[in-house]
T-cell receptor, first 110, second 115 residues
Framework: GENVEQHPSTLSVQEGDSAVIKCTYSDSASNYFPWYKQELGKRPQLIIDIRSNVGEKKDQRIAVTLNKTAKHFSLHITETQPEDSAVYFC?????????FGAGTTVTVRA | DVKVTQSSRYLVKRTGEKVFLECVQDMDHENMFWYRQDPGLGLRLIYFSYDVKMKEKGDIPEGYSVSREKKERFSLILESASTNQTSMYLCASPPPAGGYTDTQYFGPGTRLTVL
């Protein structure tokens, strides 16, 4: 099956700085790559996604890039704010089946 | 707005008990999924279903079974609960094929503790 690796496992950034989370996947058939944010005690919420026919997508302060050849994708958060503190999960999907990374705990220091 | 609900937020059971976790979605979706979430391991797929009466094993089906008698309801069953099944269980359902996104809509989760 699909194997998704996510790095780093924890990330501490100063407010206003950028945060980058990287993921790799193993199955070249994966065609959909969502990113989820999970705040403490809450369910995962989709924050941005990208399909395999697109290389980059941006939504305000967050962006995702995809390199199909290298089988890796990344989440970029610019101008981080305290409310960005959460656990972030990447995932790769084939036919709605999502394989998740282990998660990155992001802490934004005020 | 899609609503995915789960029968319990917290559940405490004893080793050997049969446990039922219920998930209901109100948008007539065909696909439903059960995941478990553990620290440092992310979310792992247990079982999924593409239609009523249909079920498919995910990555970690051992010790679990499922039931999908009605389209809106997908139940996860722990036949004989064990302590290593203590976890957060999340149900999810994506929109139908051809929807604007393949994203999964998650339920609030059930935190199960097996003593």
């Amino acid at each position: 099956g699909e194997n998704v690796e996510q790095h780093p496992s924890t990330l501490s950034v100063q407010e206003g700085d950028s945060a980058v989370i990287k993921c790799t996947y193993s199955d070249s058939a994966s065609n959909y790559f969502p990113w989820y944010k999970q705040e403490l005690g809450k369910r995962p919420q989709l924050i941005i996604d990208i399909r395999s026919n697109v290389g980059e997508k941006k939504d305000q302060r967050i962006a995702v890039t995809l390199n199909k050849t290298a089988k890796h994708f990344s989440l970029h958060i610019t101008e981080t704010q305290p409310e960005d503190s959460a656990v972030y999960f990447c995932a790769a999907s084939i036919d709605y089946k999502l394989s998740f990374g282990a998660g990155t705990t992001v802490t934004v220091r005020a | 707005d899609v609503k995915v609900t789960q029968s319990s937020r917290y559940l405490v059971k004893r080793t050997g008990e049969k446990v039922f976790l219920e998930c209901v979605q109100d948008m007539d979706h065909e696909n439903m999924f059960w995941y478990r979430q553990d620290p440092g391991l992310g979310l792992r797929l247990i079982y999924f279903s593409y239609d009523v009466k249909m079920k498919e094993k995910g990555d970690i089906p051992e010790g679990y079974s499922v039931s999908r008698e009605k389209k809106e309801r997908f139940s996860l069953i722990l036949e004989s609960a064990s302590t290593n099944q203590t976890s957060m269980y999340l149900c999810a359902s994506p929109p139908p094929a051809g929807g604007y996104t393949d994203t999964q809509y998650f339920g609030p989760g059930t935190r199960l503790t097996v003593l």
